[in-house]
């Protein structure tokens, strides 16, 4: 019985967060239905095209059907699940897997090292300062941004700068800085362009080689919904230039303890993490990359 109703509750913290994120982060018009019969609970989320794209039995986990940028999409949305504990669990991680990488390639860092770490959100090119010599600091620039390493680091970061109803709690980080993200994601992801150095013309966007991105978005993007919400944000983001002001540069600090976060009250840092003791941990388990 106990597992049941864990199993219900975590359920209905997934209807919670699912749609609010999706819309959030991508902006897409993600559907969610809900199957509550015994433990046969799950949740079926469908694409614009009404294409299942991930399912989440409870008990079992989440399965999921890749198309275009839909990974990111169901990372994000497994991520808005996760409490307080398992973000803990992935800084444990996180802080291991940085230090064995550390460690593998000969760095290694006095008890006074203090780095921070920028992480530009549509790149994820990482860059690091801090009070360690220039060499130093260039090789752990290199293997951080290794891979997927910025973008999860990132994502990491992004996650932690959020409370359990999911508001944004963090100083670097506010809605109109995340809907610049979503909007330069999506429009990159169905057109191809980086739009930040498009300019605003005769009522449209032109990208430096001639092309009209909202045409051009017009003419792939899935459905209407979609193209209605990001050409109305691109009006309102872009139409006087881009706003590097508004990007969504996330930046974490590293010191000898591991990552630590900057800009909240409450972090999940070895030295920041005392107010978590006691919650109790879901059925989810902490990703990070591998």
Known sequence: MGKINQ???????????????????????????????????AVHVYDGNGDEILTYTAGVGWHEKESKAETEVHGALKAACY???????????????????????????????????????????LSASGNVDKDTLSLIERLLNEGDNGKNLWTHAWICMHDSDNEIVNSQANMTKANQYSLWHEMYNTTGYDIRNASYRNGTFIAEDGTDLLALFKKTVKNSTGYELYSKRFLEYARNGWDEGNDLVLEIGFDSSGLYDIGQEKGYGMKQDAWIKGKNQSIFDAKVWG
């Not at 996180?94 to 921070?116: E, M, P, T």
Request: some cysteine; overall charge negative; charged content about 25%.
């Open 83 to 125: 409490d307080d504990k398992e973000k803990q669990h992935a800084r444990n991680v996180i802080n291991q897997q940085i230090s064995a990488l550390l460690s593998n390639h000969g760095v290694s860092l006095s008890k006074q090292v203090d780095l921070r770490f920028s992480i530009n959100p549509y790149t994820y090119q």
């Open 7 to 41: 199993n219900m509750a975590d359920m209905k913290r997934i209807r919670e967060a699912d749609e609010w994120w999706l819309c959030l982060l991508f902006g897409e018009p993600y559907e969610a239905k809900f199957q509550s019969e015994g433990t046969g609970s």
